[in-house]
C-alpha cells in the first residue's frame, strides 16, 4: 500500500447541514451530488467527500457511535497568515466551533483549528518556511 489517500470520506449525521456548511460557508462547489454521498471539487488534491454517518459506518463494518478526539485531523495549509485568518472567519460564520483561534504555533507557523458542524477537526497552517509546498493554497 502506497502513502497515499485516494479520496477522503466524512461520516455525517445531517447531510443537508453539512452540504450548507461547505457550499455557502466555505465556499465549496460540489462536483458529485448522489444522494447518498456528496463530492466537491478537489483542485487535483484527494477528493474530499462525505456519506450519511451510519450507512458509511455500516460499508465499513463498524458502529456509527462514536465520541471524543478520534485521532484524525485535517489540516489545510495555506500562503499567508491572513488567509488563516480569513478562513477561520468563514468557517466560524458557518457556523463551526472555533477550537482554537488563529495565532502563533509552537513550532513557529501561525495557524488555528475549528470543528465542522459533525465535529470533524480542520487545522489551518502557514509558515514562512513552507512557501513553495505545491499543496498550499
Same mark, same amino acid.
Given at each position: ?42 483542485? $487535483?488534491?484527494?477528493?474530499?467527500? &462525505?456519506?450519511?454517518?451510519? !450507512?458509511?459506518?455500516?460499508?465499513? =463494518?463498524? %458502529?456509527? +457511535? #462514536? ?40 513550532? $513557529?507557523?501561525?495557524?488555528?483549528? &475549528?470543528?465542522?458542524?459533525? !465535529?470533524?477537526?480542520?487545522?489551518? =497552517?502557514? %509558515?514562512? +518556511? #513552507? ?7
Amino acid at each position: 500500500m502506497k502513502a497515499h489517500v485516494s479520496s477522503i470520506l466524512l461520516g455525517v449525521r445531517d447531510m443537508e447541514v453539512s452540504k450548507r456548511f461547505y457550499t455557502e460557508g466555505l465556499g465549496w462547489k460540489v462536483k458529485d451530488d448522489y444522494g447518498i454521498s456528496v463530492f466537491f471539487e478537489s483542485d $487535483g488534491a484527494s477528493p474530499v467527500g &462525505f456519506y450519511g454517518r451510519e !450507512g458509511l459506518a455500516d460499508q465499513v =463494518g463498524t %458502529s456509527p +457511535q #462514536g465520541s471524543g478526539f478520534s485521532g484524525l485531523v485535517l489540516t489545510y495549509v495555506v500562503r499567508s497568515e491572513a488567509r488563516v485568518d480569513e478562513i477561520i472567519a468563514e468557517a466560524e460564520k458557518a457556523g463551526a466551533t472555533i477550537l482554537k483561534p488563529a495565532g502563533s504555533l509552537p513550532w $513557529g507557523g501561525y495557524g488555528g483549528s &475549528f470543528a465542522d458542524p459533525d !465535529g470533524y477537526i480542520w487545522s489551518l =497552517g502557514y %509558515s514562512a +518556511q #513552507g512557501q513553495d509546498q505545491s499543496y498550499a493554497e
